[in-house]
Nanobody, 120 residues
């Protein structure tokens, strides 16, 4: 089985920083895209950004210049460094990853979500 486990959420004041981590484990053959999404109360889940195994990164306009995505391929881990946080960044943050298992089946997996709350 494959799973994604997130960590690093919490409560922070506006202007502060948080770093989220998401580690994939299990019977993994390879991982292509890893990404972060968020869902605020009453809103649809939206893309924050994603990164390919080759390091190509895509960000939502709302977080460009404030958030940084990186990954450690050796540890099957993706990170989200969030700086200059705003109240509108408050949401549950989810990681996902396009993972090919040792069975050679490719599935999009999701983490359980971690709450980020920014107080103004």
């Amino acid at each position: 089985q494959v799973q994604l486990v997130e960590s690093g959420g919490g409560l922070v004041q506006a202007g502060g920083s948080l770093r989220l981590s998401c580690a994939a484990s299990g019977s993994i053959y390879s991982i292509n895209v890893m990404g972060w999404y968020r869902q605020a109360p009453g809103k649809q889940r939206e893309l924050v950004g994603d990164i390919t195994s080759g390091g190509r990164i895509n960000y939502a306009d709302s977080v460009k210049g404030r958030f940084t995505i990186s990954r450690d391929n050796a540890k099957n881990t993706v990170f989200l460094q969030m700086n200059s946080l705003k109240s509108e960044d408050t949401a549950v943050y989810y990681c996902n990853a396009q993972i090919t298992a040792i069975t050679r089946y490719t599935v999009l997996y999701w983490g359980q979500g971690t709450q980020v709350t920014v107080s103004s």
